[in-house]
């Protein structure tokens, strides 16, 4: 049952929640470069004309007193989301958190928010305190369903000190992002803090599953040798049941070819004759997916101060998850042929959107186990050998694994049957079929094909930084400094398969009682209209990598070696910058900034393979080398109009590398399947000139009000289309392609387009209100994001955005907090935006998606806590589409989390 909005603002008030972590010392690691950005000392009345009487409060209005402290004090355009601001709302990872930054916007995955962009880029530099938060699959999403598992997933909030976006980069900074660098910082010990212990334990429940899961946290730290070491460690550990319910698609919507004129109503495939034919969707699947996902945090912290000239510190994480995820569905494939339909009813739009097709009916079982380790440390220091010259360095190592298993396994019905489908007035197609098919009886099916599939993903990082900062006497010029830096990232897919299809003698369902189910779902996405059915029988891979020899076929080598899906990726880069940092006043105006230049040498050295995944006589090495240099200049002002009111702006150029799975140097054809992947290690990366102005203005402490304004050049993007292409020396299985065609993704270079837009915050304390109406506030934030990209799209001929950028985003938090109570309420929403290029050219979109959350916390003493939380409680499904909305290709519901718990200090 979907929840009306009312009815979910009234839940909201039984919502509870807390800080996120335990507070303790949040300062910046002794002896961080500057290039990473610190907390700075909260200005004094003479600095910013700030009220000497301002009020003193803690918990979330003393969270973005300090996130707003930080964007102030910035010489860049930086917004921060401190801790105490995470944990009190549901945020169940980063990327979540990450959604209350202006210009910020989410992208839903498996049950949680799996991916950000920022000023409507994608690419982006991830870092975990100041370095590079590594990811089994490098840079960027791979893996199952579109990257739902990828690094920012497993990084527990509950470990986060804070956030911090730069949407403004300095040259003294790591290139490497478009729209923003967002560095996750961890909490540090304090040698000048005796000792703190805290602890949170809470229990989750899924309205979805129907089922309870918990979560616990614990951090310790303890000044040591007279105060001048502080060590600190801490732990989360979850445990978690998820269910996701989902109407989707194998591909997708299709365009289809002169095959389709043979069709029962004589219809042409252009019927328009426009160049763009009628398409039609590649199979209807209705899905339960059920997983369970445990997660383990940990982070540990030397901070080391034995002399006022010299400080270090060391810092480590390890974040573990193992998931095991079973996903069951009915399928209904089409067909691309006309002569399969017996009926057709096609839109003005030319989609293919009702109609009669004869068709065996699938039942899918899937069965999928990622665990994953993420190992990541550094060793850096500060020596000031005199009183205006600092040197800092850091050496780092970054490591990631995870073993990606797939076992699947499909049962037909023995013979095929008229099937009628309508997309027409409903969230998802309705279908039908005669009364005399049962889909619950084993007897009617026959197993049809199965593969295993094992992927070794591996990914390191070395790096090694150098910096110093010299002070300048008076004038202009305040400071110069300069460093360099090497990395060298290392990733690697090692990929093993096996693939049988079988014969209706060879495989009846009946004769593998171990092998399939019938499952029965009678809440199958509750609350979407459309008629389907929610009972099946449906097949029981194994969940092992040698399935299809163990189960079935025994004559089989299991876990063979696919070469041609395989590559081992080395990145070589070399960085150095000089900045210099200035301040001075112009009429009467005080303002301060800096200027510099950052060269970046970048190298990518590629090895795989080109060929047929099944003929290893069609199998040859792909080795590639590719060089390239970027100069990347950057200059920024900020003006103190007066004691409240600041004007900042500058321009830099930006660069950011393509993701690994685009480097990929390997073409992999799967003649059965007809599909091919290819990759293209000569990609250019992104390259972006950009320019920022924001105003800023500050009434009273924890308060803002500002508006920013952006322009990005983008000289070059990278972008996916579906191609129907013919692969000389390869033939599809007729089955799976008549047209004797290959579906092929590739990467493609953009050749340009532009960014352009605007952001909105406000935070306000309602504190001049009479008691008890005092303790209300509100922050708020807005953003209007246009774009173009030179890409026009087949079907509507219209000019395409910037994959994953919304126009319009909207996030707002109301709050309460008074004496021993405090409540929240967020509400975050983004309008529809571009995910990519689908089959033939046209555009795929999702829809406009909002969220809603809300907690309340019971303060019982300075110790003790009680909270409450909500999330997700409007149930928004997500939806894609093909083009036009009438062309639906996803519809998926993960339903409500509610959580409950209590937290202890001392």
Not at 198 to 219: C, F, H, I, M, Q
Not at 310 to 317: E, H, V
Request: charged share 20%; hydrophobic share 35%; aromatic share 12%.
């Amino acid at each position: 049952m979907r929840i009306r909005r009312p009815l979910a603002l009234g839940v909201v008030s039984l919502a509870l929640s807390t800080t996120s972590t335990l507070c303790y010392a949040q300062q910046a690691p002794a002896g961080t470069a500057p290039a990473q950005p610190t907390p700075p000392a909260a200005a004094t009345p003479e600095q910013e004309g700030q009220a000497t009487d301002t009020i003193v409060v803690t918990g979330f209005r003393a969270s973005l007193d300090e996130g707003i402290d930080i964007k102030r004090q910035s010489d860049q355009i930086v917004d921060s989301v401190v801790a105490e601001d995470i944990g009190k709302l549901p945020d169940q990872n980063v990327a979540e958190s990450l959604s209350r930054v202006s210009g910020v916007q989410v992208e839903q995955g498996i049950d949680e928010a799996k991916d950000i962009s920022i000023r409507g880029l994608r690419q982006n530099r991830l870092e975990f305190n100041g370095r590079t938060l590594i990811s089994p699959y490098g840079r960027g999403a791979d893996g199952p369903d579109e990257g739902s598992y990828n690094v920012m997933t497993l990084i527990p909030s509950e470990l986060v000190s804070r956030l911090d976006v730069t949407k403004l980069p300095s040259a003294s900074q790591v290139e490497g992002s478009l729209g923003g660098t967002v560095n996750i910082q961890t909490r540090r010990p304090s040698p000048k803090k005796p000792f703190f212990f805290g602890a949170s334990v809470e229990g989750v429940y899924k309205d979805l599953p129907d089922k309870w899961s918990g979560r616990a946290t614990a951090l310790v730290s303890k000044s040591l040798f007279n105060d001048t070491l502080g060590v600190s460690l801490g732990v989360n550990y979850q445990k978690l049941n998820l269910r996701t319910d989902s109407f989707d698609s194998f591909t997708g919507w299709r365009p289809f070819d002169s095959r389709f004129n043979n069709n029962p109503a004589g219809v042409n495939f252009d019927p328009n004759g426009d160049g763009s034919p009628i398409y039609w969707f590649n199979d209807i699947r209705y899905q339960v997916l059920q997983e369970k996902r445990e997660k383990l945090g940990v982070t540990a912290g030397l901070n080391w101060q034995p002399s006022s000239k010299f400080s270090g510190y060391a810092d480590f994480l390890y974040a573990h998850a193992n998931t095991r995820r079973d996903r069951n569905w009915l399928s209904v494939p089409l067909a691309a042929t006309g002569n399969t339909y017996t009926a057709v009813t096609i839109s003005p739009n030319e989609n293919l959107i009702a109609g009669t097709v004869r068709a065996t009916l699938q039942g899918n079982g899937e069965v999928i186990q990622l665990p994953t380790d993420i190992y990541s440390g550094a060793v850096g220091g500060t020596w000031t050998p005199t009183e205006r010259l600092t040197v800092s360095g850091e050496v780092s190592y970054s490591e990631a694994n995870q073993d990606y298993t797939q076992s699947y396994l499909r049962a037909d019905t023995r013979t095929a049957t008229p099937v009628t489908f309508d997309f027409r007035g409903t969230d998802v197609p309705s279908i039908s079929y005669a009364s005399t098919v049962d889909l619950t009886n084993p007897a009617n099916f026959v197993f049809r094909t199965s593969y295993d599939n094992l992927f070794l993903y591996r990914s390191k990082e070395k790096q090694g930084r150098l910096d110093f900062k010299q002070e300048v006497d008076g004038g202009f010029i305040q400071s110069v400094q300069g460093g360099i830096r090497y990395s060298n990232i290392v990733s690697t897919r090692a990929t093993f398969r096996n693939q049988t299809t079988y014969s209706t003698t060879q495989a009846p369902v009946v004769n593998y009682p171990g092998n399939y189910t019938v499952v029965d779902y009678p809440d199958l996405l509750n609350g979407a209209t459309g008629s389907f059915p929610n009972s099946f029988v449906s097949a029981i891979p194994l969940g092992t990598t040698d399935f299809v020899c163990k189960a079935i076929v025994a004559t089989c080598t299991p876990q063979l070696y696919d070469p041609t899906s395989s590559y081992k990726l080395e990145e070589p880069n070399w960085a150095g910058y000089g900045q210099v940092n200035f301040g001075s006043s112009l009429f009467g105006a005080r303002f301060r900034g800096n200027f510099g230049l950052r060269y970046v040498h970048s190298e990518v050295h590629a090895d795989g393979f080109i060929g047929s995944r099944a003929d290893a006589t069609k199998v040859v090495p792909n080795n590639v080398v590719v060089r390239y240099d970027d100069w990347l200049p950057s200059v920024a002002f900020r003006f103190t109009l007066s004691p409240k009111l600041l004007l900042r702006f500058g321009g830099a150029r930006v660069m950011a590398r393509p993701d690994t799975a685009d480097l990929t140097p390997s073409f992999s054809v799967v003649e059965s399947a007809g599909s091919a992947s290819v990759g293209n290690p000569a990609l250019k990366p992104f390259r972006v000139n950009q320019a920022d102005l924001s105003l800023e203005y500050y009434p009273a402490k924890g308060a803002i009000y500002s508006v920013a304004f952006f322009y990005k050049d983008v000289e070059s993007f990278l972008y996916q289309q579906l191609f129907n292409e013919t692969i000389p020396g390869f033939t599809p299985d007729p089955s799976t392609s008549p047209d004797g065609t290959f579906r092929v993704t590739r990467t493609m270079n953009g050749t340009g387009g532009e960014i352009k837009g605007f952001e909105a915050q406000l935070t306000q304390p309602l504190d001049f209100l009479p008691g008890p109406f005092d303790g209300f506030g509100v922050s708020a934030t807005y953003s209007y994001i246009d774009s173009k990209s030179g890409i026009t799209d087949t079907r509507t001929h219209g000019d395409l955005p910037i994959p994953g950028l919304s126009k319009q985003n909207v996030n707002l938090v109301g709050f309460y907090e008074k004496g021993w109570f405090q409540a929240r309420l967020a509400w975050n929403w983004r309008s529809k935006y571009l995910y990519g290029l689908g089959t033939g050219g046209s555009g795929v979109f999702y829809r406009p998606f909002e969220s809603l959350s809300g907690s309340v916390r019971f303060n019982l003493d300075k110790r003790f806590q009680i909270y409450f939380e909500g999330s997700n409680l409007t149930n928004t499904p997500v939806r894609r589409y093909g083009g036009f909305e009438e062309a639906t290709m996803t519809y998926r519901l993960t339903g409500r989390t509610f959580t409950g718990g209590v937290r202890l200090r001392f």
